[in-house]
């Protein structure tokens, strides 16, 4: 078990982590907590231990099988195009060319693999997840292999991206709010199943410092292979809470003095028109506002890179999206759907994989920024490839459909939606 202990960041108070602690339980107000590990100087294991070769800062109790790391890598091809000499690009996802085994083909397997070796009961309660696609297919891989009950909760215009390469085992469950919903609403829901039902309890989410420490490996990674923390940090956002915990690793890098005290500077990207961090950030505002909840629907079905609609993300929460981009001197950019497929066309002509939606969005910000800033060009730019090679993997491994148990209308009455739940966790 990873030694650590748990920070308020509206306070700083620090306490013991009793076991699934998503918040300070003596702290009435919204605010992110933030694992502090013991160990101050991380050492970076082998590469046989997949993500668990940085357990010193992943708050675990066990090390699971299966896992794969993030890849970083130097960038030819796609720097040269660009003329961006320092470019390195953190890939996650199938590419087994470079050694990037992630048969989800998205970094949340870095989320599944910490969030469910955190995990530490054995009350018989079921886990609940929503999630527009990417995060459901790496908890349901995690979970079956590990059989961890898991209930999954996905918008149904979103199943096409339910899939394994393997068969999930009955301990999993997906459920789908109805056609013309989007991830807002399966959060809605999965909060409704947690908040009525007492055999269920919250992944948690951004909340969840497990979630939030796997992802950084990510930054982990780029440090490691680049020798140094980096100058510039891009990624697509949905949540933000990728850039989060982009920034708490930088942090954590800092402080363990071996990599230099820099803060990366953070451009997280978002999908044109659904942008409402992009639009508070653009107003210098910590509260996000959207016309209604009928446009800001219409807008995330919109977007081709549908995992980043999240239309309750953790932007204005203590130590949220809002104050790692203050404390970085960081940006949002926005990006079309055209820009985004030109830059997943650009990704696979230069460097030979194709890459996700999201990934290309991150691109496309990219390429924006450095058209508006050409004097950062020499800048060490790390590239977070969220997700990529799942035309790669179909070549190779025959992938599954996931279906789901149930297709659920979001004005069902509680009672009635806990009794559905409830019968397709029976062993019959």
Same mark, same amino acid.
């Given at each position: 078990?990873?030694?650590?202990?748990?920070?308020?960041?509206?306070?700083?108070?620090?306490?013991?982590?009793?076991?699934?602690?998503?918040?300070?339980?003596?702290?009435?107000?919204?605010?992110?907590?933030?694992?502090?590990?013991?160990?101050?100087?991380?050492?970076?294991?082998?590469?046989?231990?997949?993500?668990?070769?940085?357990?010193?800062?992943?708050?675990?109790?066990?090390?699971?099988?299966?896992?794969?790391?993030?890849?970083?890598?130097?960038?030819?091809?796609?720097?040269?195009?660009?003329?961006?000499?320092?470019?390195?690009?953190?890939?996650?996802?199938?590419?087994?060319?470079?050694?990037?085994?992630?048969?989800?083909?998205?970094?949340?397997?870095?989320?599944?693999?910490?969030?469910?070796?955190?995990?530490?009961?054995?009350?018989?309660?079921?886990?609940?997840?929503?999630?527009?696609?990417?995060?459901?297919?790496?908890?349901?891989?995690?979970?079956?292999?590990?059989?961890?009950?898991?209930?999954?909760?996905?918008?149904?215009?979103?199943?096409?991206?339910?899939?394994?390469?393997?068969?999930?085992?009955?301990?999993?469950?997906?459920?789908?709010?109805?056609?013309?919903?989007?991830?807002?609403?399966?959060?809605?829901?999965?909060?409704?199943?947690?908040?009525?039902?007492?055999?269920?309890?919250?992944?948690?989410?951004?909340?969840?410092?497990?979630?939030?420490?796997?992802?950084?490996?990510?930054?982990?990674?780029?440090?490691?292979?680049?020798?140094?923390?980096?100058?510039?940090?891009?990624?697509?956002?949905?949540?933000?809470?990728?850039?989060?915990?982009?920034?708490?690793?930088?942090?954590?890098?800092?402080?363990?003095?071996?990599?230099?005290?820099?803060?990366?500077?953070?451009?997280?990207?978002?999908?044109?028109?659904?942008?409402?961090?992009?639009?508070?950030? @653009?107003?210098? $505002?910590? /509260? %996000? &506002?959207?016309?209604?909840? #009928?446009?800001?629907?219409?807008?995330?079905?919109? =977007? *081709?890179?549908?995992?980043?609609?999240?239309?309750?993300?953790?932007?204005?929460?203590?130590?949220?999206?809002?104050?790692?981009?203050?404390?970085?001197?960081?940006?949002?950019?926005?990006?079309?759907?055209?820009?985004?497929?030109?830059?997943?066309?650009?990704?696979?002509?230069?460097?030979?994989?194709?890459?996700?939606?999201?990934?290309?969005?991150?691109?496309?910000?990219?390429?924006?920024?450095?058209?508006?800033?050409?004097?950062?060009?020499?800048?060490?730019?790390?590239?977070?490839?969220?997700?990529?090679?799942? @035309?790669?993997? $179909?070549? /190779? %491994? &025959?992938?599954?459909?996931? #279906?789901?148990?149930?297709?659920?209308?979001?004005? =069902? *009455?509680?009672?009635?939606?806990?009794?559905?739940?409830?019968?397709?966790?029976?062993?019959?």
């Amino acid at each position: 078990m990873t030694n650590y202990r748990l920070q308020n960041l509206s306070n700083g108070v620090v306490f013991e982590d009793s076991g699934w602690l998503l918040s300070d339980p003596n702290y009435s107000k919204p605010s992110l907590i933030r694992a502090i590990y013991e160990k101050r100087e991380i050492d970076f294991k082998d590469n046989s231990l997949g993500i668990y070769k940085y357990e010193d800062w992943l708050p675990i109790n066990k090390r699971l099988v299966g896992s794969s790391a993030t890849v970083t890598y130097k960038s030819k091809h796609l720097s040269s195009n660009l003329n961006l000499p320092n470019l390195y690009i953190s890939f996650s996802g199938y590419w087994p060319e470079i050694g990037a085994n992630m048969t989800t083909c998205s970094f949340k397997e870095t989320e599944a693999y910490s969030v469910c070796a955190r995990y530490n009961q054995n009350d018989g309660k079921v886990m609940v997840v929503a999630s527009a696609g990417n995060t459901a297919r790496a908890f349901a891989k995690v979970c079956s292999e590990n059989n961890i009950p898991l209930l999954i909760v996905v918008p149904y215009d979103n199943l096409d991206a339910l899939w394994s390469d393997c068969v999930i085992k009955d301990c999993v469950k997906l459920v789908a709010t109805a056609a013309g919903t989007d991830y807002f609403d399966a959060i809605d829901l999965a909060n409704r199943i947690v908040a009525n039902g007492e055999n269920y309890f919250e992944e948690g989410g951004a909340k969840n410092v497990a979630r939030r420490d796997g992802m950084g490996t990510t930054v982990l990674s780029a440090t490691n292979f680049i020798g140094q923390i980096p100058d510039i940090y891009f990624q697509a956002i949905g949540s933000g809470t990728g850039t989060i915990a982009a920034w708490e690793a930088n942090l954590r890098l800092i402080e363990d003095g071996r990599f230099g005290n820099k803060k990366m500077k953070l451009v997280p990207t978002q999908n044109i028109p659904f942008t409402p961090m992009y639009d508070a950030w @653009k107003n210098k $505002s910590r /509260d %996000i &506002v959207f016309l209604s909840e #009928e446009k800001a629907r219409e807008q995330a079905l919109q =977007i *081709d890179a549908k995992v980043l609609s999240n239309r309750k993300p953790p932007y204005s929460i203590t130590g949220g999206l809002y104050d790692a981009l203050c404390d970085t001197n960081g940006e949002i950019r926005a990006v079309t759907n055209d820009q985004l497929k030109s830059a997943c066309d650009l990704f696979l002509q230069t460097e030979g994989i194709d890459i996700h939606p999201a990934a290309g969005a991150a691109l496309a910000g990219m390429i924006d920024f450095f058209k508006d800033n050409p004097q950062e060009s020499e800048s060490i730019i790390m590239l977070n490839i969220t997700g990529g090679g799942e @035309k790669r993997l $179909s070549k /190779d %491994i &025959v992938l599954n459909k996931i #279906e789901p148990s149930l297709v659920i209308d979001c004005s =069902i *009455d509680n009672c009635d939606l806990i009794k559905m739940i409830d019968n397709l966790f029976i062993v019959k």
